[in-house]
């Protein structure tokens, strides 16, 4: 009989439940002949978008073709402030669904960049979460930019005064690694550490489940960030790692003779399909 | 025949060399019949030191004998302001020989307390540098504890707001390791690098040389810790690194078959001294 282990803290965090429950809210504005929408996936799980979709809460990728008295949900990721404003201007109610978590963010590239720091955030460059937090940086007025990889470093190292940031489902790790370089290099060196607890949670699960099972099994979206660094992580510490977003993903062959099962899903990843992938797998080595 | 390489950043700093030229000008006070004292040695060199009291300076480890018109010499690590106002108090004649990189840490501590940071120094407990540091701290109504190995970490984690500053010659690896390692406990971490110059210079000489010789010799007083410092890298990059304070205590057998020959020597180490353990090695390999 497999042992199949689940990470205490695998799935939905905070930010995103509170913003599901605020678009089944909205969604029920729908039954008023009112057009709902989130301005891209309201998070990165294309089968909960789906779900929301079912109840009229669709995914826009433009603001062109809304009109005066429809709903926009902005989602968990926050958008810039000069953004919002050109929502509001066009007469749209905007239900603001971006994590308190996110807003923490946008505090603190404002307060550093008001005290004059140039502005590292610790992020993905392309993420909705960044663009938006580089939107308040702009709106402060302040200069910065977005350290990805260590190479980013370069355009930084020279600068005296540095506070750091980072996006909030950032890998500790590599946040620890970047400041650690950082100090080193610059005068002086003010970093608010905007690692959200879910995400330092999810990951400590990591660490200590990987290495004790025979595969392990990260549950999430392709295109959710926080997930793919639980499978970073999980794949350094157990090469038998796996990222799936659905159950029907499973391979057989990836169970053969094993004992015991990690599975851990990204902040975004809904409880429905940790329960379809792990009775797949119990289906599977059955 | 042995090739001897010289790191290019051997011996003395800037700060030692300004306060063997304060001593030697405070030396010329006593053919006017002054008493001139350092309070501990000027330097963590006995050699140089005895030199020094060849002209007339002397090592105090005390003040009580000291009376009105005596001139006491601050050494180039500091010392806290409420023992130099005693001084004073005295009559006696305060010659200043404190490093000014030594001055800006006492700025940076000053600084980070009236700030309401929990002030980390990392450093040696017992270092004078170290004692005269806490003591602006003190002066500044701050708190804060010295950070010397990863388990003195334990008492600040629990803290909020942090600021770090380090002893000018610590180990840069450890800083960068304690730096990241608080960055994920505390909220919110300013850090201003106080680690000199001299020190990062004589720290990366090591890190080139040592892999590339077969032996490595590190000269310097047993009892200065920048020297140390030096010897624990070299000993990690190279298990054949030998610390001597002086020409004779090398041994034969350390250059046995050795074709090239490393040497470097800390911030508080004479020229002179340096050039002797050179004429030995060549002699030992002749």
């Known amino acids: 009989m497999v042992e199949i282990l689940i990470a205490p803290h695998a799935g939905f965090c905070f930010g995103v439940r509170r913003a599901i429950n605020i678009a089944e809210k909205a969604s029920l504005l729908t039954q008023e002949g009112r057009r709902v929408f989130t301005m891209g996936p309201l998070i990165h799980n294309p089968q909960e978008v789906d779900r929301l979709r079912g109840k009229g809460v669709e995914v826009l990728s433009s603001a062109d073709g809304l009109r005066e008295g429809d709903v926009v949900i902005v ?18 109610t905007i239900m603001d669904a971006t994590c ?5 963010v946008h505090e603190a590239v404002t307060q550093l960049a008001k005290e004059g720091y140039f502005v590292v955030i610790v992020g993905e460059k392309d993420h909705p979460e960044v663009v938006g937090t580089l939107g308040y940086l702009e709106e402060a007025g302040g200069e910065g930019a977005v350290v990805e990889r260590k190479e980013d470093l ?28 950082l100090c080193l290099w610059v005068k002086e060196l003010k970093v608010i550490n905007t690692i959200c607890n879910a995400t330092s949670e999810r990951q400590e699960d990591v660490y200590q489940l990987a290495p004790e099972v025979d595969v392990m099994i990260v549950v999430g979206g392709r295109n959710s ?27 057989p062959d990836w169970f053969k003779g094993v004992k015991r099962v990690g599975v851990t899903a990204g902040a975004s990843t809904p409880d429905w399909i940790i329960q379809g992938v792990v009775e797949k797998i119990r289906e599977l080595c059955s």
């Open 100 to 104: 308190p978590y996110v807003k923490a």
């Open 75 to 92: 989602r968990s990721h926050g958008i810039p402030p000069k953004r919002e404003r050109e929502l509001r201007r066009k007469g749209l």
């Open 225 to 251: 960030g926080n997930t793919r660094r639980l499978y970073q992580i999980s794949l350094s510490l157990n090469p038998r790692t796996y990222h799936v977003e659905l159950p029907d993903e499973l391979q």
């Open 154 to 181: 370069r355009e930084v190292l020279g600068k005296e005064r540095v506070g750091v940031v980072a996006q909030t489902t950032q890998n500790e790790a590599f946040f620890k690694e970047v400041v650690g370089e």
